[in-house]
């Protein structure tokens, strides 16, 4: 399976950017979806999450309110709408889907991951 990461590039500080990654090679319509984000020098760390159905989403405390993660299972598809968007905010995204059906926030939830998408705010 592989999972493509886009949408990333760089913003001014309060501009908006939705991520989009698209599952090739089996569907994941059953599956919880996360993003995570990594930061130059920094852990890998959750972001949001959404479990099969979409009836339940989790958020990091750091994007709360800011950021809404969505899914389309007909095109095998997550999103992470991202507004406001602040410097502290720039890092690699990495979109990735677990083997469980839940919404998870530990990376080893996750079985499978994109390359990830760079996502820059400054001004």
């Known amino acids: 399976v592989q999972l493509q990461a886009s949408g990333g590039g760089l913003v001014q500080p309060g501009d908006s950017l939705r991520l989009s990654c698209a599952a090739s090679g089996r569907t994941f319509s059953f599956n919880g979806l996360g993003w995570f984000r990594q930061a130059p020098g920094k852990e890998r760390e959750f972001v949001a999450t959404?479990?099969?159905?979409?009836?339940?989403?989790r958020y990091a405390d750091s994007v709360k309110g800011r950021f809404t993660i969505s899914r389309d299972n007909a095109k095998n598809t997550v999103y992470l709408q991202m507004n406001s968007l602040q410097p502290e905010d720039t890092a690699v995204y990495y979109c990735a889907s677990s083997t469980g059906a839940y919404a998870y926030t530990r990376t080893s939830d996750y079985a499978y991951w994109g390359q990830g998408t760079l996502v820059t705010v400054s001004s």
């Open positions: 959404i479990n099969w159905r979409s009836t339940t989403t």
